[in-house]
Every structure is written in structure tokens, then in C-alpha cells.
């Protein structure tokens, strides 16, 4: 397991920046229980962590041949040799050849190797060499663009080192040098010998020490504690951190997760220090099980995957119908079964847009060179596409739309008053409390001005504090004002401090609790609530300064002062990030494991309309076909489990939708995945960065916009390349049918039709770098292979029409009407197709007039000019007999441009019919 990041963590708590949102809610044992492998893993490892717990600290220490003063460098090395490593067993990346592999077998690929095998079998070698070399290209160019991916994705996790302190107890200095090479040892002066190794290379039995601020690196058993508090939300989904003893404190269970002395993997220190033995590392963890159920398996196929192979399928059908018919026509009525079963072949490749895979892979690694350059890392270049096509986003709302940090939003009497008086009492318990400062105490303490106004360095003194624990859920602090009397300030939840209380605070006056007066506090908190605010009752008692030692004894009979609310606000770019993504046709839902009031509380800040609420229990209870009933009409899903949000998720995908998903948790891991694309944040735990497929490096959610875009963009230009090619082939088939059946030589010879391929497909290698209409950018752009089809029904006659009219031209024109003549026919043709081929790329790029109303990017439009200038001078070339061409007549090339202008007038207006009746994608 790489902690680079888990520690990372813990850098921005020590710098104030908050760190609640990488193990929010996180109720990951429900997991295991949807996981066999996973389950089976935790019963086991549950056994022996339970005696780990029970058994007296010497009787364990010994089972694990361990000692007080730590493991040997040499028994640590035996230990390793056998428990392995302490790291998780991520998703490994593939190795090299096998990743070769999955670039090169794409439909298209495969097709065009078997096209190939059988042109290399009939010697027919130049088809060989054209066939094979766009193989190669596009296999070549998708894997070196996705190695960069995910070598780039990789330096995210080396940023910060990942060791822990452990204890060596014979780490002598003359093997200190030997040492250092391999575990960069720190050796102290005084005491045990401290060692800061790799996390990986811990081992059953070490020592370990643990101070606030740190990772536990594996499921370890307290040995020594001093006011050691854990945060456990990895594992159990609270969200406040809890005590750990040398010894159970609570009752005897079966779920270690309860156990006060035992500390688990993935979970991390907020305060106290603490010493430890490992008892469990790697994936014996519980840590351990989870990673394995968010790694096991292979993904779904995306939509962006779907949709290629449906359009790759539909494209080969086609080519398996039509290439047979070829064959037998030229067959039977040319004699020649040889020379019809190559200009067949050469038919079937024209059939098949060979470069699609390099038009794919060229313009994925251009959308991710775009956003790279925004500090987003592209994992998987699929991705990219799904971003245009996704029209729902899921997202966690802690730490993704809001700051996760928290803002101290009121500070109100018993009635709702704003009070200075509740501010200044909640100060002296936050100043003075030492147990545990959580977010909630920063919050308070950032109000300053308040240890100036009550001087608090001179009026007052610390006397004792009550820590606060998960039972009562509330701490005090007791100090003395002046040395007059003493104040026991206590602050807590609401419910548990009203149960201390039997007096209240208004105004001068301290009134005793009625029951009417419950029931209007109640009102109260229940409206602030309301507000989205999370909030925290104030009680204080004065006290005779007659002893300096209290217990939970003394809290009681106290006086309610009021309450304090906070609030974790949205960040500044989530309310304008949202209204785009609405703009673009992207539906917004939260999934979160938070309150519902706070979720709609910040979904109001947003802007964000909330047309239904779910929570997990309600989920619970519906079938997945109640919940896709219900699924499209909710908004905001609540106090969801991280299986909860998998399964909204692949609900949705279910339906129909190209779903997105938004989150940097634990928790978010699994929906990530089961995400047409998951998104992750630069601070996410690894688990949910190695399930994103997009890593957001800076904070701000407008990137997903620019991400909408980008791949609206990409898949706007290969659905260009793929409409043309489908359309532009399909009319040359029929025209190939009509030539055959009445000429008596073929209409083009196979190397001339594989070399007009190969130079139109030269041309459209700029595809990648052409403009795109805002128009199309303003929806959700999906693969329609039923489109395509009616696409190619409607546009393909029309070039088979001019093709007809260009045979009629240089039959009865030109003479080409014997087989004498088929060089001035085939050259002919040559010139006519390939120039209308190459032409109709810019008819099909925009819905507008194209070169006036829309113009192609100037790489597109360069290589548009090339290859139809070497197209008009390759028959007139010294190469010319090689290809069995001849030079054209001049008078033949103004009649080429009144059929080409023809051509493209009536395709506009094509186009204009048939975007009012079918739509233009």
C-alpha cells in the first residue's frame, strides 16, 4: 500500500487546511459483507485481532516473537520472508506486452490483419504493406500515448515519502552505516534505537511509535497510550475520532472495530502519542480486504467502448455483405476469379475505416495533452470521450463541493439570539481543553478577538478538564477566573447536554428548564438544523474554588447558555462549475454519507434545485427496479454507504445514462468504478485515485466544464472521420456494383483503390486538430449506430450519383469504353474519388456553410491540399505506370470541377433536409 498521499493528509492538518474529507463516512464493512473473497478474509482476521485484544501484553508479544524493546533487523527480515510485504494489492498495470495487446485488438485491427494475411498469402505485397502499416501506426501511437498516462498518473503518488517509526533493538552503531542504506535509518542518543523505515517493510511484531498526525501503517495492538485519540472513519464511518487505551475500556464484543486497544490500517491519529505491535500488515489488514474489493474484477465496458464496438460491428457487417457480392459480379462477368477476388479484397478494405483506431487514439492523447496543461491527469484516454457523453454527475459532496473546512456560522442564546456570551464561553473550552482539538474547536479558537476582550492569559486559570468521549459525547473544562470561583464550562450535543441541565440562561436572568421551554429549545436547534448547521449546545456551572480535581460527577445541575453552528461551506467554483455543466445538458446529483438537512442547506448555496430526497435507509428497502423508477426524479441521495452509491450508480448506468462520478474517499472508491468516468481531486486517497480515470490537480470544479468540452470536441472529430469515411465508402460500393455490372474491365485496379484509400486517409490524419461548432458542444454527444446507418443510406447515393456521372463522362466523352481504354477510365476515376472523398470532409464537419459560415482548423485544410494535389499529378507522374495510370486530357478537369461544385451543392442541401428531419450529430 502507497501512503504518499494518506500522509499528505496530515501535512495540511498540521497546516489547518483540514482533513476530514478523506475518510468521510466511510461504512466500509458493508462492503465486505457485498464481497465473498472479502468476507471470508475479515471473519479470519477478526478472530485473531479479538485475542490480540485480550491477551495480556507480554503473552502477545511473545506469540509474536516479539519483545518490549522491539524486533532484530534479522528477525524482521525472516518475518518478511513469510507475511510479505505491508503493502496493498492495488490494481497492478498491466506489463508491457500484454498492454500491446489490448491496444491491437480493436475490431478493426483484427480485420484488417486477416485483410492482410491473405493479400501477404496471394503475393499481392503492396496491399500487404499499405494494410499492414496502418496496423502498426494506430497500435504503436494508442500504446505510447496511454504508457505517458499512466506514468504521469504514477508521480502523483512518489510526492511525499511513506515510512513509519519503529523500534530496533540491537541497531548497534557499527551496523548503523549497513542499516541506513536500506532503511535510512535516524539513530537517537538516548533511549531505543529509533528507526524511520519504509511502511511496506513492516512486519508482525514490530514496535511501533505513533504521535498525532500519523498514518497507522498496519492493524496494530496499543501497548502505552497518553491521551491518544484515533480517527476511525475509514473502517466504522463516525465521524469524530475516538480514545485509545492500553486495554478495552467498554464491553466485551465480537467486532474488533468496537475494541478501545486495537488501531486499524487506513485509519490515522489526531492527537496523543502512543506505542504499538503490528499484528496484521498488507491485505490480512482490514484495510486490506476493502482495497481488494475495490480491485477485484474488471471494469464495464464504458459507453465510449460500447459505442465503438457498435459502430465497428455495424461497419464490418456491412463489408461482409457487400464484398461477396463484388466478388461474384466481377466474377461472372469478367472471367478473371483471380483478379475479382483481389479487387474484392481491396473492396473490404475500402469498406473498413482503417484509421479509425489512429484517428481515435490521436485525438484521445490530443484532448489529454489540452488537459494536462490544466494540471488534470488522464488515466484511462476513454475517458475523455465519456466526459462529452456524460449527462448525469454524481458527486460526495464533503471535501468535493465544499471546503471541508469549518466556518463557526452562529453563536446564539437559548432562544436564538445572537450572543457574545456563548462565544466567549465556547473560547475558554476550546482554549483550555487539551484532550482532543477537532475542527470544530479551530473553528472557535480563529475568533481571536475574543482572548483579547477576556484577557484570557491573565483573568484566567486552567484547573481540570473532563476529555470528551463517545458515550456522553460532550467535555469540560473547569478554570478559575481571578482566582474567585471556579467555571465548568461544558460543551457537547445537543440531547446529551440538556440532560445536565436543569436551569437556563436569558438574558440576566437564569430561568429553571420547563418542559415548555424544552420543547421551544428543541424548536431552535431544530430550525438551525434546518439551516444546514451543524450544532453544539454550551452549559456552565459556578463553583466554590475548594478542590482542583473533577469528574463526571460535576456535570450536572449546569445552566444552558446557548449554542454554537457551524457550517461547511461550498467552495467558490462549485456554484458556477454547476450552472455550466447545466448549460452543457449535465444533470447534477449528490450522493453523500452527510446529514440531509446539511446537504440541502449547501445545495441552496449552490443553486442546486433539489426536486427529491433519498436517504440509505430508503434506498435500502427498494429493489433496483423501484429504484430506477424513482432514481431520475431524486436529487440528493444522503447518509449513503459506499455500497449505496455503487449501486445508484450502475442504476443509472443501467438506464441509459453515460454516468460520471465525483469524489476523493474511501467511501467514493467503488461508485468510482463502476463509473462510465470517475473523477478524483488531487488530495483523494489512493484508493479512490487508482479508481478515478481522471485526477483533478487543482481544487476547482470548472475543470470539469473545460473537461465537458474537450470531449464533446473529441468526439465531435471522430464521429467526423467515421460518418465521412462510412458514407463516402458505402456510395463508392454501389458505385463499384454499377461499374461491374456494365463495364467490361473493372472500374479501378485493387492497387489503385488501395492507394486512393490509403492517400484519403493521409488527408484526414488533421482530423484530430479541427474546429468544432459551439453548437455541438452545447449537449451530451452519444454513439448512434442507427444513426450512422441512416446517415450512410442518405449521403452515400449521393457521391455513387456523381460517381455514375463521372463514368458516363468518361465513357461517352473521353472514349474509355474498351479495355484498351480501362487506364484512362481507371485514372479518371482515380482523380474523381479521391478528390470527392477528400472534399466531403468539409461538407460534413459543420451543420453550416462550409469555408463561409464554419472553416476548418488550418491542419485540416493543409492536408486537404496535398493530398488532392498529389491526387490531379500522380497520373501525370513518372510513378504513373507503376500504377497503371495515364495522364488525363485537360478538357477532363473542368468538367471534374462542375461535377465536384454539384457535389457539394447538393449535399448542402442533404444536409439542410436532414438535420431538420433527423437531427445533425
Same mark, same amino acid.
Given at each position: 500500500?502507497?501512503?504518499?498521499?494518506?500522509?499528505?493528509?496530515?501535512?495540511?492538518?498540521?497546516?489547518?487546511?483540514?482533513?476530514?474529507?478523506?475518510?468521510?463516512?466511510?461504512?466500509?464493512?458493508?462492503?465486505?459483507?457485498?464481497?465473498?473473497?472479502?468476507?471470508?478474509?475479515?471473519?479470519?482476521?477478526?478472530?485473531?485481532?479479538?485475542?490480540?485484544?485480550?491477551?495480556?501484553?507480554?503473552?502477545?508479544?511473545?506469540?509474536?516473537?516479539?519483545?518490549?524493546?522491539?524486533?532484530?533487523?534479522?528477525?524482521?527480515?525472516?518475518?518478511?520472508?513469510?507475511?510479505?510485504?505491508?503493502?496493498?494489492?492495488?490494481?497492478?498495470?498491466?506489463?508491457?506486452?500484454?498492454?500491446?495487446?489490448?491496444?491491437?485488438?480493436?475490431?478493426?485491427?483484427?480485420?484488417?490483419?486477416?485483410?492482410?494475411?491473405?493479400?501477404?498469402?496471394?503475393?499481392?505485397?503492396?496491399?500487404?504493406?499499405?494494410?499492414?502499416?496502418?496496423?502498426?501506426?494506430?497500435?504503436?501511437?494508442?500504446?505510447?500515448?496511454?504508457?505517458?498516462?499512466?506514468?504521469?498518473?504514477?508521480?502523483?503518488?512518489?510526492?511525499?515519502?511513506?515510512?513509519?517509526?519503529?523500534?530496533?533493538?540491537?541497531?548497534?552503531?557499527?551496523?548503523?552505516?549497513?542499516?541506513?542504506?536500506?532503511?535510512?535509518?535516524?539513530?537517537h542518543p538516548k533511549g531505543p534505537k529509533r528507526a524511520e523505515i519504509p511502511i511496506k517493510k513492516l512486519v508482525p511484531g514490530d514496535i511501533v511509535l505513533l504521535s498525532a498526525g500519523d498514518m497507522i501503517p498496519a492493524d496494530l495492538r496499543v501497548l502505552s497510550a497518553k491521551d491518544l485519540f484515533v480517527s476511525q472513519a475509514a473502517m466504522t464511518g463516525e465521524s469524530m475520532p475516538v480514545e485509545k487505551?492500553?486495554?478495552?475500556?467498554?464491553?466485551?464484543?465480537?467486532?474488533?472495530?468496537?475494541?478501545?486497544?486495537?488501531?486499524?490500517?487506513?485509519?490515522?491519529?489526531?492527537?496523543?502519542?502512543?506505542?504499538?505491535?503490528?499484528?496484521?500488515?498488507?491485505?490480512?489488514?482490514?484495510?486490506?480486504?476493502?482495497?481488494?474489493?475495490?480491485?477485484?474484477?474488471?471494469?464495464?465496458?464504458?459507453?465510449?467502448?460500447?459505442?465503438?464496438?457498435?459502430?465497428?460491428?455495424?461497419?464490418?457487417?456491412?463489408?461482409?455483405?457487400?464484398?461477396?457480392?463484388?466478388?461474384?459480379?466481377?466474377?461472372?462477368?469478367?472471367?478473371?476469379?483471380?483478379?475479382?477476388?483481389?479487387?474484392?479484397?481491396?473492396?473490404?478494405?475500402?469498406?473498413?475505416?482503417?484509421?479509425?483506431?489512429?484517428?481515435?487514439?490521436?485525438?484521445?492523447?490530443?484532448?489529454?495533452?489540452?488537459?494536462?496543461?490544466?494540471?488534470?491527469?488522464?488515466?484511462?484516454?476513454?475517458?475523455?470521450?465519456?466526459?462529452?457523453?456524460?449527462?448525469?454527475?454524481?458527486?460526495?459532496?464533503?471535501?468535493?463541493?465544499?471546503?471541508?473546512?469549518?466556518?463557526?456560522?452562529?453563536?446564539?442564546?437559548?432562544?436564538?439570539?445572537?450572543?457574545?456570551?456563548?462565544?466567549?464561553?465556547?473560547?475558554?473550552?476550546?482554549?483550555?481543553?487539551?484532550?482532543?482539538?477537532?475542527?470544530?474547536?479551530?473553528?472557535?479558537?480563529?475568533?481571536?478577538?475574543?482572548?483579547?476582550?477576556?484577557?484570557?492569559?491573565?483573568?484566567?486559570?486552567?484547573?481540570?478538564?473532563?476529555?470528551?468521549?463517545?458515550?456522553?459525547?460532550?467535555?469540560?473544562?473547569?478554570?478559575?477566573?481571578?482566582?474567585?470561583?471556579?467555571?465548568?464550562?461544558?460543551?457537547?450535543?445537543?440531547?446529551?447536554?440538556?440532560?445536565?441541565?436543569?436551569?437556563?440562561?436569558?438574558?440576566?436572568?437564569?430561568?429553571?428548564?420547563?418542559?415548555?421551554?424544552?420543547?421551544?429549545?428543541?424548536?431552535?436547534?431544530?430550525?438551525?438544523?434546518?439551516?444546514?448547521?451543524?450544532?453544539?449546545?454550551?452549559?456552565?456551572?459556578?463553583?466554590?474554588?475548594?478542590?482542583?480535581?473533577?469528574?463526571?460527577?460535576?456535570?450536572?445541575? /449546569?445552566?444552558?447558555? &446557548?449554542?454554537?453552528?457551524?457550517?461547511?461551506?461550498?467552495?467558490?467554483?462549485? *456554484?458556477? #462549475? =454547476? !450552472? @455550466?455543466?447545466?448549460?452543457?445538458?449535465?444533470?447534477?446529483?449528490?450522493?453523500?454519507?452527510?446529514?440531509?438537512?446539511?446537504?440541502?442547506?449547501?445545495?441552496?448555496?449552490?443553486?442546486?434545485?433539489?426536486?427529491?430526497?433519498?436517504?440509505?435507509?430508503?434506498?435500502?428497502?427498494?429493489?433496483?427496479?423501484?429504484?430506477?423508477?424513482?432514481?431520475?426524479?431524486?436529487?440528493?441521495?444522503?447518509?449513503?454507504?459506499?455500497?449505496?452509491?455503487?449501486?445508484?450508480?450502475?442504476? /443509472?448506468?443501467?438506464? &441509459?445514462?453515460?454516468?460520471?462520478?465525483?469524489?476523493?474517499?474511501?467511501?467514493? *472508491?467503488? #461508485? =468510482? !468504478? @463502476?463509473?462510465?468516468?470517475?473523477?478524483?481531486?488531487?488530495?483523494?486517497?489512493?484508493?479512490?485515485?487508482?479508481?478515478?480515470?481522471?485526477?483533478?490537480?487543482?481544487?476547482?470544479?470548472?475543470?470539469?466544464?473545460?473537461?465537458?468540452?474537450?470531449?464533446?470536441?473529441?468526439?465531435?472529430?471522430?464521429?467526423?472521420?467515421?460518418?465521412?469515411?462510412?458514407?463516402?465508402?458505402?456510395?463508392?460500393?454501389?458505385?463499384?456494383?454499377?461499374?461491374?455490372?456494365?463495364?467490361?474491365? /473493372?472500374?479501378?485496379?485493387?492497387?489503385?483503390?488501395?492507394?486512393?484509400?490509403?492517400?484519403?486517409?493521409?488527408?484526414?490524419?488533421?482530423?484530430?486538430?479541427?474546429?468544432?461548432?459551439?453548437?455541438?458542444?452545447?449537449?451530451?454527444?452519444?454513439?448512434?449506430?442507427?444513426?450512422?446507418?441512416?446517415?450512410?443510406?442518405?449521403?452515400?447515393?449521393?457521391?455513387?450519383?456523381?460517381?455514375?456521372?463521372?463514368?458516363?463522362?468518361?465513357?461517352?466523352?473521353?472514349?474509355?469504353?474498351?479495355?484498351?481504354?480501362?487506364?484512362?477510365?481507371?485514372?479518371g476515376w482515380f482523380v474523381e474519388g479521391l478528390l470527392s472523398q477528400t472534399l466531403i470532409v468539409h461538407m460534413i464537419r459543420t451543420q453550416k456553410f462550409p469555408f463561409l459560415q464554419s472553416r476548418a482548423a488550418w491542419p485540416l485544410l493543409g492536408m486537404t491540399i496535398i493530398v488532392m494535389a498529389i491526387g490531379i499529378l500522380l497520373p501525370m507522374s513518372s510513378l504513373a505506370p507503376y500504377f497503371k495510370?495515364?495522364?488525363?486530357?485537360?478538357?477532363?478537369?473542368?468538367?471534374?470541377?462542375?461535377?465536384?461544385?454539384?457535389?457539394?451543392?447538393?449535399?448542402?442541401?442533404?444536409?439542410?433536409?436532414?438535420?431538420?428531419?433527423?437531427?445533425?450529430?
Amino acid at each position: 500500500m502507497n501512503f504518499n498521499i494518506l500522509k499528505e493528509t496530515f501535512a495540511h492538518f498540521v497546516r489547518g487546511h483540514g482533513f476530514g474529507h478523506h475518510f468521510r463516512r466511510l461504512a466500509i464493512l458493508e462492503m465486505f459483507r457485498t464481497a465473498p473473497v472479502s468476507k471470508e478474509l475479515s471473519a479470519t482476521h477478526a478472530q485473531a485481532l479479538l485475542q490480540a485484544a485480550q491477551l495480556p501484553a507480554e503473552q502477545l508479544l511473545e506469540q509474536l516473537h516479539s519483545r518490549a524493546d522491539g524486533l532484530s533487523e534479522s528477525e524482521a527480515d525472516e518475518i518478511r520472508k513469510t507475511a510479505g510485504p505491508n503493502e496493498i494489492e492495488h490494481e497492478k498495470p498491466l506489463p508491457w506486452w500484454l498492454h500491446l495487446w489490448h491496444c491491437y485488438r480493436n475490431p478493426f485491427n483484427l480485420l484488417l490483419t486477416v485483410l492482410a494475411l491473405i493479400s501477404y498469402l496471394t503475393e499481392d505485397m503492396k496491399a500487404t504493406t499499405v494494410i499492414g502499416t496502418m496496423v502498426v501506426l494506430s497500435t504503436i501511437l494508442r500504446f505510447v500515448q496511454e504508457t505517458r498516462s499512466n506514468k504521469a498518473a504514477d508521480k502523483l503518488k512518489e510526492m511525499v515519502s511513506n515510512t513509519a517509526t519503529v523500534i530496533r533493538h540491537d541497531l548497534a552503531e557499527d551496523a548503523a552505516e549497513e542499516a541506513r542504506r536500506y532503511f535510512e535509518i535516524v539513530l537517537h542518543p538516548k533511549g531505543p534505537k529509533r528507526a524511520e523505515i519504509p511502511i511496506k517493510k513492516l512486519v508482525p511484531g514490530d514496535i511501533v511509535l505513533l504521535s498525532a498526525g500519523d498514518m497507522i501503517p498496519a492493524d496494530l495492538r496499543v501497548l502505552s497510550a497518553k491521551d491518544l485519540f484515533v480517527s476511525q472513519a475509514a473502517m466504522t464511518g463516525e465521524s469524530m475520532p475516538v480514545e485509545k487505551f492500553t486495554t478495552n475500556q467498554g464491553e466485551q464484543t465480537t467486532n474488533p472495530l468496537e475494541l478501545d486497544n486495537l488501531c486499524f490500517m487506513g485509519t490515522n491519529v489526531v492527537s496523543g502519542s502512543a506505542s504499538a505491535v503490528v499484528v496484521s500488515t498488507g491485505n490480512r489488514t482490514y484495510f486490506g480486504a476493502l482495497a481488494e474489493r475495490v480491485t477485484a474484477g474488471n471494469r464495464e465496458t464504458t459507453a465510449f467502448q460500447a459505442g465503438v464496438n457498435r459502430v465497428s460491428w455495424l461497419l464490418i457487417r456491412f463489408m461482409l455483405v457487400m464484398t461477396p457480392i463484388v466478388f461474384f459480379l466481377n466474377g461472372f462477368t469478367k472471367g478473371d476469379w483471380l483478379e475479382a477476388f483481389l479487387f474484392a479484397l481491396s473492396i473490404a478494405v475500402g469498406l473498413t475505416p482503417e484509421m479509425l483506431p489512429v484517428i481515435v487514439t490521436s485525438t484521445l492523447a490530443k484532448g489529454a495533452v489540452i488537459l494536462s496543461r490544466k494540471k488534470v491527469i488522464v488515466k484511462r484516454l476513454d475517458a475523455i470521450q465519456n466526459f462529452g457523453a456524460m449527462d448525469i454527475l454524481c458527486t460526495d459532496k464533503t471535501g468535493t463541493l465544499t471546503q471541508d473546512k469549518i466556518f463557526l456560522a452562529r453563536h446564539t442564546d437559548v432562544f436564538g439570539q445572537e450572543s457574545d456570551t456563548v462565544l466567549e464561553y465556547a473560547y475558554l473550552n476550546s482554549y483550555y481543553q487539551t484532550g482532543l482539538k477537532n475542527l470544530l474547536d479551530v473553528a472557535v479558537l480563529e475568533h481571536a478577538e475574543v482572548h483579547r476582550e477576556l484577557e484570557v492569559a491573565t483573568a484566567f486559570r486552567k484547573v481540570d478538564e473532563i476529555p470528551f468521549d463517545f458515550t456522553r459525547r460532550r467535555m469540560s473544562v473547569v478554570v478559575a477566573e481571578h482566582d474567585q470561583h471556579h467555571l465548568l464550562i461544558c460543551k457537547g450535543a445537543v440531547e446529551e447536554i440538556l440532560a445536565v441541565c436543569n436551569r437556563v440562561q436569558h438574558g440576566d436572568v437564569v430561568e429553571t428548564l420547563t418542559p415548555d421551554m424544552l420543547t421551544q429549545i428543541r424548536t431552535v436547534t431544530a430550525d438551525l438544523n434546518e439551516e444546514g448547521l451543524r450544532v453544539v449546545a454550551v452549559a456552565a456551572s459556578e463553583l466554590p474554588p475548594t478542590k482542583h480535581t473533577y469528574g463526571l460527577a460535576d456535570e450536572s445541575d /449546569l445552566v444552558l447558555i &446557548g449554542y454554537i453552528a457551524f457550517l461547511d461551506p461550498p467552495k467558490e467554483s462549485t *456554484a458556477p #462549475a =454547476l !450552472r @455550466a455543466l447545466k448549460t452543457h445538458g449535465v444533470d447534477v446529483k449528490i450522493l453523500t454519507g452527510d446529514n440531509e438537512l446539511v446537504t440541502a442547506k449547501i445545495c441552496r448555496e449552490v443553486g442546486l434545485p433539489v426536486a427529491g430526497m433519498m436517504l440509505g435507509s430508503q434506498l435500502d428497502r427498494l429493489s433496483d427496479t423501484e429504484l430506477a423508477q424513482s432514481v431520475e426524479t431524486v436529487t440528493v441521495f444522503a447518509k449513503l454507504s459506499p455500497t449505496h452509491k455503487e449501486r445508484i450508480v450502475r442504476v /443509472l448506468h443501467d438506464k &441509459g445514462h453515460v454516468v460520471g462520478f465525483m469524489g476523493d474517499g474511501i467511501n467514493d *472508491a467503488a #461508485a =468510482l !468504478r @463502476a463509473a462510465d468516468i470517475g473523477i478524483s481531486v488531487d488530495t483523494a486517497v489512493d484508493i479512490a485515485k487508482e479508481a478515478a480515470d481522471i485526477i483533478l490537480l487543482e481544487k476547482s470544479l470548472m475543470v470539469l466544464e473545460e473537461g465537458v468540452v474537450e470531449g464533446r470536441k473529441t468526439f465531435a472529430n471522430m464521429l467526423k472521420y467515421i460518418k465521412m469515411t462510412a458514407s463516402s465508402n458505402f456510395g463508392n460500393v454501389f458505385s463499384v456494383l454499377v461499374a461491374s455490372a456494365f463495364l467490361p474491365f /473493372l472500374p479501378m485496379l485493387p492497387m489503385q483503390l488501395l492507394v486512393q484509400n490509403l492517400l484519403y486517409d493521409i488527408s484526414q490524419i488533421a482530423i484530430p486538430f479541427d474546429n468544432v461548432d459551439q453548437e455541438f458542444l452545447q449537449k451530451p454527444q452519444r454513439w448512434n449506430p442507427e444513426d450512422l446507418g441512416r446517415f450512410m443510406v442518405f449521403f452515400g447515393p449521393i457521391s455513387s450519383l456523381f460517381d455514375i456521372i463521372t463514368f458516363a463522362l468518361l465513357w461517352f466523352a473521353f472514349g474509355a469504353n474498351s479495355p484498351e481504354h480501362q487506364t484512362l477510365f481507371q485514372s479518371g476515376w482515380f482523380v474523381e474519388g479521391l478528390l470527392s472523398q477528400t472534399l466531403i470532409v468539409h461538407m460534413i464537419r459543420t451543420q453550416k456553410f462550409p469555408f463561409l459560415q464554419s472553416r476548418a482548423a488550418w491542419p485540416l485544410l493543409g492536408m486537404t491540399i496535398i493530398v488532392m494535389a498529389i491526387g490531379i499529378l500522380l497520373p501525370m507522374s513518372s510513378l504513373a505506370p507503376y500504377f497503371k495510370f495515364q495522364p488525363l486530357p485537360w478538357m477532363f478537369f473542368p468538367c471534374l470541377l462542375a461535377i465536384l461544385c454539384a457535389y457539394m451543392m447538393l449535399t448542402q442541401v442533404m444536409k439542410g433536409w436532414y438535420a431538420r428531419r433527423f437531427g445533425w450529430q
